[in-house]
């Protein structure tokens, strides 16, 4: 069975404390691995789309990155507006049966501190 | 542009009410997708379109009815609401790259 899972659930951090936020997947055929962010109460917004191994996406503060097995988003000096749940989802090639379906992780809820 | 809109943003029903949760978008995403979102499951994925006139079952179908008349809207129908049925409904399209844009969310209690 395909499985995404991220780590850890939950992350304290105080402002300017880089970490980094995990997510291993179990899937064959994978087409592409997306990072999304989401806020309480809202719907999740698309941050990052990783397609091979090796490939690296920045945006400001985060920095998305992607092995066979796993996917990692680092974040660099964090800021208390970084404060979020981070999903990470997996979509599987066409050929594999997975063109139209996204399977989420349960997400990391970020909290950032003063 | 106001992207991918979801109404009502709340809902209360009582055990075995029917009801519509309303969904729009004015991106011309072809594909458009209901999903569910509960506590520790993730987002499951209900139903998706390919397209006007085109549906198909996701993970979690079962008590849900889609159509797809236009490209803009995706209407989600549940047929006799149960309270497994409670959770929060998002609608989304999908993007030429595969990445999908969410609207804000319907929450749900069936009582």
């Known amino acids: 069975e395909d499985q995404v899972t991220q780590s850890p659930e939950a992350l304290r951090l105080q402002e300017g404390e880089s970490s980094s936020l995990n997510c291993s997947y179990t899937v064959s055929g994978l087409r592409g691995l997306f990072w999304y962010r989401q806020d309480p109460g809202k719907g999740p917004e698309f941050l990052f789309t990783l397609y091979s191994a090796g490939e690296e996406k920045e945006k400001e503060r985060l920095k998305a990155t992607l092995t066979k097995k796993e996917s990692f988003l680092h974040i660099t000096a964090p800021k208390p507006e970084d404060s979020a749940t981070y999903l990470c989802a997996v979509q599987l090639g066409i050929l594999t049966g997975g063109g139209n379906k996204l399977t989420f992780g349960t997400g990391t809820q970020l909290k950032v501190e003063l | 542009n106001a992207g991918v809109t979801q109404t009502p943003k709340f809902q209360v029903l009582k055990t075995g009410q029917s009801m519509t949760l309303q969904c729009a978008q004015d991106?011309?995403?072809?594909?458009m997708s209901w999903y569910r979102q509960d506590p520790g499951m993730g987002l499951r994925l209900i139903h998706y379109s390919v397209g006007a006139g085109i549906t198909d079952q996701g993970e979690v179908p079962n008590g849900y009815n889609v159509s797809r008349s236009t490209t803009e809207d995706f209407p989600l129908r549940l047929l006799s609401a149960a309270p497994s049925q409670t959770s929060v409904y998002f609608c989304?399209?999908?993007?030429?790259?595969?990445?999908?844009?969410f609207g804000p969310g319907t929450r749900l209690t069936v009582t």
């Open positions: 991106m011309n995403h072809e594909y």
């Open positions: 989304a399209t999908r993007g030429g790259h595969y990445e999908q844009y």
